[in-house]
């Protein structure tokens, strides 16, 4: 029977692999080049999230520069580079160098795809910890990501302040914070919730992209969902923001969460203040209508729409809707947005409604006006 093209060529069972480990691992998976070919890596992407592994997912087009950005931030175990551009002599060494220069030499990098085997040794030398051909089985790069966890401890008073604030959240996620960190709440606090495919990310990048045109400094908390059978995620939410074009102006961290679970999140938001960040966004998981506990969190709270949610039948039940401070209908330009604004103008009760189309940038700057002021 043919094989379908989203299929490994040898599949590894789904389950946990990674309980007995210190910590879940985080692994950062990106292409770097000019590679527009992703289907590849996705699928290694979902056979290590089903084998208990945490997995950034950065997407197409990286540079090393932004790869070591994310690989730092995250505060990942090891970078997972896969290139099938030729152009592994020059992108890889300049990775190992841009990790060196956001404060965080020590993190491996393995590299996969077709490199040539001449080219192996010139690369180990540069100070790749592996390179995975093609053909190399995953089981093999499975073991390989849960050799690269160590225990979290902090990094030390000489590390890069970025660096230490990526491992402190690492440790508040753990449970293993330091009882005398110091915590302090940034100025603003800003959820943004709302159904899955409504467009958040997309709507936070953009907002980002704002807060650095406006030089604040702005820090993004994004939840994605754990598996409850093996514990691994995918976490894509950053592969929204251009780091190409915003650097180190936003702090951008992904975390896996099952359900609502949020005991960790008032520690990780007092990191961020303490850190000397303005402004915070928490984004949750795609949420229900009984999706409500991060209102207990922020300051203000955005519930994203967009056409097509449901009748007016929906828009009355209770939930999600009524902890809005405001409601953003995204997808303006999509069918059906002068009757998604008329049923939120009948449950609003005078909260107000901003329309956006965040991937063209309209109504963003009204938006971010809104929620954090000028």
């Known amino acids: ?14 389950m946990d692999r990674c309980a007995d480990l210190p910590h879940r691992p985080r692994v950062l998976l990106g292409k770097m080049g000019l590679d527009g070919h992703d289907r590849g890596v996705k699928l290694i992407a979902r056979i290590m999230r ?12 990286q540079t090393p520069r932004g790869l070591a950005i994310g690989a730092r931030d995250e505060d990942v175990d090891c970078v997972a580079a896969s290139m099938m551009s030729n152009s592994h002599l020059v992108l890889v060494p300049k990775l190992l160098e841009e990790l060196k220069s956001v404060g965080r030499p020590d993190i491996p ?9 001449e080219d192996v040794a010139t690369l180990m030398e540069a100070g790749v910890a592996r390179i995975y051909h093609t053909g190399t089985g ?26 230490q604030l990526g491992r402190l959240m690492s440790m508040a996620a753990a449970g293993t914070l330091p009882a005398s960190t110091t915590l302090r709440r940034p ?19 953009a907002m980002a992209s704002e807060a650095v045109r406006r030089g604040r ?7 994605d969902p754990m598996s409850p059978i093996t514990g691994g995620a995918l976490l894509g939410d950053r592969l929204r923001v251009d780091f190409n074009a915003v650097d180190e102006g936003v702090f951008y961290r992904s975390m ?23 402004h915070l966004v928490v984004e949750t998981v795609g949420a229900g209508q009984n999706d409500v506990a991060i209102r207990h969190f922020v300051d203000r709270t955005a519930v994203v729409t ?17 902890i809005a401070d405001l409601f953003i209908a995204n997808k303006a330009d999509h069918a059906g947005e002068a009757k998604l604004v008329r049923e939120l103008l009948d449950i609003a009760s005078g909260r107000p409604i901003f329309e956006t189309v965040a991937t063209q940038g309209r109504g963003i700057v009204e938006l971010y006006e809104a929620l954090f002021g000028n």
Do not use: C
């Not at 029977?1 to 789904?14: C, S, V, Y």
């Not at 089903?50 to 087009?61: K, N, P, T």
């Not at 390989?144 to 966890?149: A, F, L, P």
């Not at 100025?187 to 990048?205: D, E, Y």
């Open 50 to 61: 089903d084998s208990g592994i945490h997995v950034i997912y950065s997407g197409l087009w």
């Open 217 to 223: 400094r702005t820090a993004v908390i994004a939840f």
């Open 256 to 278: 896996a969460i099952i359900g609502e679970d949020y005991r960790t999140l008032e520690q990780l938001i007092g990191l961020v203040g303490a850190a000397n960040f303005d």
């Open 187 to 205: 100025a603003r606090v800003i959820g943004i919730t709302g159904a899955p495919g409504a467009g958040k990310s997309t709507l936070v990048a």
């Open 1 to 14: 029977m043919p094989r379908g093209l989203t299929e490994p060529t040898t599949a590894i069972p789904k």
């Open 109 to 117: 990098v393995n590299v996969g795809g077709i490199i040539p085997q």
């Open 138 to 163: 995953m089981d093999q790069i499975v073991e390989s990501v849960r050799g690269s966890v160590r225990p979290y401890a902090p990094l030390g008073p000489s590390a890069h302040p970025t660096a």
């Open 306 to 322: 967009v056409p097509g949610m449901g009748d007016s039948v929906q828009m009355d039940k209770a939930g999600i809707l009524e």
